[in-house]
T-cell receptor, first 110, second 113 residues
Framework: SQQGEEDPQALSIQEGENATMNCSYK?????LQWYRQNSGRGLVHLIL?????REKHSGRLRVTLDTSKKSSSLLITASRAADTASYFC??????????FGSGTRLLVRP | SQTIHQWPATLVQPVGSPLSLECTVEGTSNPNLYWYRQAAGRGLQLLFY??????ISSEVPQNLSASRPQDRQFILSSKKLLLSDSGFYLCAWSVKADGSPLHFGNGTRLTVT
């Protein structure tokens, strides 16, 4: 079964708006990661948040982590058409296995 | 800097034919290596991972196998492809540190006809 599950499955917004994607997971974690995938390409690591962190920023990205609720959110501010992609959260099931959720497909309309 | 190469980018194979997908990593030593499969519009399914030469862990019983003949080479194979083997195959590597991010290749789109 999936360790992480994203919500919503698909999101369509206007350029300039903020996009928020949520992720829930099932077991305790050391960290949670977010990845981006452009259509037909490999995944690119965006940001990692450790279990002792509550919020982390990287450029227009803001990630929060609530370990009590086993959830995380990814916020993209001032979205651009180039942000159109699928976004995945991922957690380590063990030291060697990174398990991905099913992803959120984001469409940013120009 | 580290790079990962995965080929071919696309492949169309008939049912029952063999398969060999290759992945190589440059610029790092003794990485962890991974094969994932992604169905259309879906998340990633971990197929195999390797922590060293000749060490392969299989996550899902299936028609596929993996080998790591060299430190930075990871090969995905099948003796006889099934229609259900169609998908997008992604190779990735990470350093040997707990919680490290994965670095992905550009994937191989496999269509079994």
């Amino acid at each position: 079964s999936q360790q992480g599950e994203e919500d919503p499955q698909a999101l369509s917004i206007q350029e300039g708006e903020n996009a928020t994607m949520n992720c829930s997971y099932k077991t305790s974690i050391n960290n949670l990661q977010w990845y981006r995938q452009n259509s037909g390409r490999g995944l690119v690591h965006l940001i990692l948040i450790r279990s002792n962190e509550r919020e982390k920023h990287s450029g227009r990205l803001r990630v929060t982590l609530d370990t009590s609720k086993k959830s995380s959110s990814l916020l993209i501010t001032a979205s651009r058409a180039a942000d159109t992609a699928s976004y995945f959260c991922a957690t380590w099931d063990s030291s060697y296995k990174l398990i991905f959720g099913s992803g959120t497909r984001l469409l940013v309309r120009p | 800097s580290q790079t990962i190469h995965q080929w071919p980018a696309t492949l169309v194979q008939p049912v029952g034919s063999p398969l060999s997908l290759e992945c190589t990593v440059e610029g790092t030593s003794n990485p962890n290596l991974y094969w994932y499969r992604q169905a259309a519009g879906r998340g990633l399914q971990l197929l195999f991972y390797s922590v060293g030469i000749g060490q392969i862990s299989s996550e899902v019983p299936q028609n596929l196998s993996a080998s790591r003949p060299q430190d930075r080479q990871f090969i995905l194979s099948s003796k006889k492809l099934l229609l259900s083997d169609s998908g997008f195959y992604l190779c990735a590597w990470s350093v040997k540190a707990d919680g490290s991010p994965l670095h992905f290749g550009n994937g191989t789109r496999l269509t079994v006809t």
